[in-house]
């Protein structure tokens, strides 16, 4: 018998429905419809983009596990999205994901709509040869420049970037820094250069990637004797995007690399885009002679966006998502939420989702009650550093005494609470809270919670600690 979507999709249904719980099956899967099958994509059909991100949020594994035993390791899963419209009564239309009707990224081999198989950072070190390697850009095509929107807080770093995407590396923009806030759009404008560049010029090699995730590669190759081949390979990319630099203070190693890097691609006329939460005088710790390569192109600036900005962004997202709401309601979130534009777009998702599954209106009350939630929860984000502090304080310990090596029972409990606090008060990875607190590597921390979640339910003491450290931290 010849494979049908549907006879794909019910074999599927059957191992999921094995795998999950009733309700949550009834949920998110019963709804979905399969509409679709060519080779191994297979196209389903979901009812909203909020539908779309749970299952890529909750289910992907599931899926793909299902998939795969249907359709092979080369398995695709395409998403339909059926565009809601509340208030008309046109008829639904509907949108592939992703909806800007963008074509995929191909020529390196990012596949979209969404390839299940590629979604984790293929290890980049092969060892370069003659021809070109494939190199994925690690790109998401959803951040381009028509989705972001245009404001007077954006305009310089807007334009300076498409600038850059008409003639990577024939500006003076190089490198081009854009600096800002957090969630004001660094990496989404990253991403549209490198986006809007691989449109116009598919064979140009583009590259994005955190300098976290650099500076993890740069430890793996030194680890693995592999330094030169790092080098090398980072030396092949004609668009490298550097994500978040300021990441990189104080880390020396791979600062000195990274000077290499630049000073090679910069010779050799290939962009280089940089971001960052501070302007580079501010930064910290970083060497002099890279500062100065980043004062060499030019910095721009993302503010916060003003109030029409912040609405043009709601109604920008709505459009997108294909969902209508009452324009006083956008005003209310737009007057609100001043500083972030995450917030914004949270905000946003949260209603949606509120009304979707309490098949509650939109109203002004929910909206109310949603910002509230918002502003409280954000009041500011305390940093590793404050954190440490105020814990060593706490047990009369001075920070190098938390970060040293000690076995002590109480120096280990105290610097397990900091890490602890970080994880649960900032946005840092386990990674990068260990570096900061000791040294440490990821387990450790993970460790650290763990322990003080234990001991905070069995031990009164240690409860104390943390309820009075709670209260520390947040006012
Ligand atoms: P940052 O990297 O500065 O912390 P992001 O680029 O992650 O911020 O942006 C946070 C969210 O806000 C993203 O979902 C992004 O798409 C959205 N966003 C930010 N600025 C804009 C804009 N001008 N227009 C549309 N969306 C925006
Ligand atoms: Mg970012």
């Given at each position: 018998?010849?494979?049908?979507?549907?006879?794909?999709?019910?074999?599927?249904?059957?191992?999921?429905?094995?795998?999950?719980?009733?309700?949550?099956?009834?949920?998110?899967?019963?709804?979905?419809?399969?509409?679709?099958?060519?080779?191994?994509?297979?196209?389903?059909?979901?009812?909203?983009?909020?539908?779309?991100?749970?299952?890529?949020?909750?289910?992907?594994?599931?899926?793909?596990?299902?998939?795969?035993?249907?359709?092979?390791?080369?398995?695709?899963?395409?998403?339909?999205?059926?565009?809601?419209?509340?208030?008309?009564?046109?008829?639904?239309?509907?949108?592939?994901?992703?909806?800007?009707?963008?074509?995929?990224?191909?020529?390196?081999?990012?596949?979209?709509?969404?390839?299940?198989?590629?979604?984790?950072?293929?290890?980049?070190?092969?060892?370069?040869?003659?021809?070109?390697?494939?190199?994925?850009?690690?790109?998401?095509?959803?951040?381009?420049?028509?989705?972001?929107?245009?404001?007077?807080?954006?305009?310089?770093?807007?334009?300076?970037?498409?600038?850059?995407?008409?003639?990577?590396?024939?500006?003076?923009?190089?490198?081009?820094?854009?600096?800002?806030?957090?969630?004001?759009?660094?990496?989404?404008?990253?991403?549209?250069?490198?986006?809007?560049?691989?449109?116009?010029?598919?064979?140009?090699?583009?590259?994005?990637?955190?300098?976290?995730?650099?500076?993890?590669?740069?430890?793996?190759?030194?680890?693995?004797?592999?330094?030169?081949?790092?080098?090398?390979?980072?030396?092949?990319?004609?668009?490298?995007?550097?994500?978040?630099?300021?990441?990189?203070?104080?880390?020396?190693?791979?600062?000195?690399?990274?000077?290499?890097?630049?000073?090679?691609?910069?010779?050799?006329?290939?962009?280089?885009?940089?971001?960052?939460?501070?302007?580079?005088?501010?930064?910290?710790?970083?060497?002099?002679?890279?500062?100065?390569?980043?004062?060499?192109?030019?910095?721009?600036?993302?503010?916060?966006?003003?109030?029409?900005?912040?609405?043009?962004?709601?109604?920008?997202?709505?459009?997108?998502?294909?969902?209508?709401?009452?324009?006083?309601?956008?005003?209310?979130?737009?007057?609100?939420?001043?500083?972030?534009?995450?917030?914004?777009?949270?905000?946003?998702?949260?209603?949606?989702?509120?009304?979707?599954?309490?098949?509650?209106?939109?109203?002004?009350?929910?909206?109310?009650?949603?910002?509230?939630?918002?502003?409280?929860?954000?009041?500011?984000?305390?940093?590793?550093?404050?954190?440490q502090k105020?814990?060593s304080n706490?047990f009369e310990l001075d920070v190098a005494t938390l970060q040293s090596?000690?076995?002590?029972?109480?120096?280990?409990?105290?610097?397990?609470?900091?890490?602890?606090?970080?994880?649960?008060?900032?946005?840092?990875?386990?990674?990068?809270?260990?570096?900061?607190?000791?040294?440490?590597?990821?387990?450790?921390?993970?460790?650290?919670?763990?322990?003080?979640?234990?001991?905070?339910?069995?031990?009164?003491?240690?409860?104390?600690?943390?309820?009075?450290?709670?209260?520390?931290?947040?006012?």
């Open positions: 018998m010849t494979k049908t979507a549907s006879s794909v999709w019910n074999e599927c249904l059957s191992f999921i429905q094995d795998n999950i719980k009733q309700q949550a099956y009834k949920t998110w899967f019963e709804p979905i419809k399969p509409i679709k099958l060519s080779g191994e994509a297979l196209t389903i059909q979901v009812p909203s983009k909020f539908f779309y991100e749970w299952l890529e949020e909750h289910y992907i594994k599931l899926l793909r596990v299902a998939l795969v035993k249907q359709l092979g390791e080369d398995a695709k899963l395409i998403y339909d999205v059926r565009m809601e419209n509340n208030y008309s009564s046109s008829n639904p239309h509907t949108v592939k994901i992703p909806s800007s009707n963008r074509n995929p990224i191909t020529s390196q081999g990012v596949t979209v709509p969404v390839d299940i198989n590629k979604r984790e950072l293929k290890n980049p070190f092969i060892i370069p040869g003659i021809q070109k390697v494939k190199i994925e850009s690690q790109l998401n095509p959803n951040y381009n420049f028509q989705s972001f929107v245009e404001g007077d807080s954006n305009r310089l770093a807007r334009s300076a970037g498409m600038a850059v995407a008409n003639k990577p590396g024939g500006t003076s923009f190089n490198p081009l820094l854009v600096y800002g806030g957090v969630g004001l759009g660094k990496t989404h404008i990253a991403h549209a250069i490198g986006v809007e560049i691989k449109d116009k010029y598919p064979d140009k090699t583009v590259l994005y990637i955190s300098s976290e995730k650099f500076t993890q590669q740069y430890i793996d190759s030194v680890k693995s004797n592999s330094r030169n081949d790092f080098i090398h390979f980072y030396q092949m990319i004609d668009v490298l995007i550097i994500d978040d630099v300021q990441f990189l203070s104080g880390k020396t190693g791979t600062q000195d690399v990274f000077f290499h890097i630049f000073n090679h691609l910069h010779q050799n006329g290939k962009q280089v885009i940089l971001t960052s939460d501070k302007a580079p005088v501010d930064m910290q710790d970083i060497e002099q002679r890279l500062l100065s390569r980043f004062k060499w192109g030019l910095s721009a600036e993302l503010q916060a966006p003003d109030y029409e900005t912040r609405v043009s962004i709601l109604q920008n997202k709505l459009y997108r998502d294909g969902v209508e709401m009452p324009y006083e309601i956008v005003e209310y979130i737009a007057k609100n939420i001043k500083s972030n534009v995450r917030e914004l777009e949270g905000v946003l998702i949260s209603m949606i989702a509120q009304a979707s599954f309490n098949r509650k209106e939109f109203t002004l009350a929910l909206a109310k009650q949603i910002v509230d939630k918002f502003v409280k929860n954000t009041k500011r984000e305390v940093s590793i550093d404050y954190i105020i814990v706490y090596k000690t076995r002590k029972r109480h120096i280990v409990q105290a610097r397990q609470l900091a890490m602890y606090f970080a994880k649960r008060m900032t946005k840092a990875s386990l990674a990068s809270i260990g570096s900061q607190i000791g040294k440490r590597d990821h387990a450790t921390v993970l460790h650290a919670c763990k322990t003080v979640d234990n001991l905070t339910e069995t031990d009164k003491q240690f409860r104390k600690y943390v309820d009075d450290l709670t209260k520390k931290l947040t006012f």
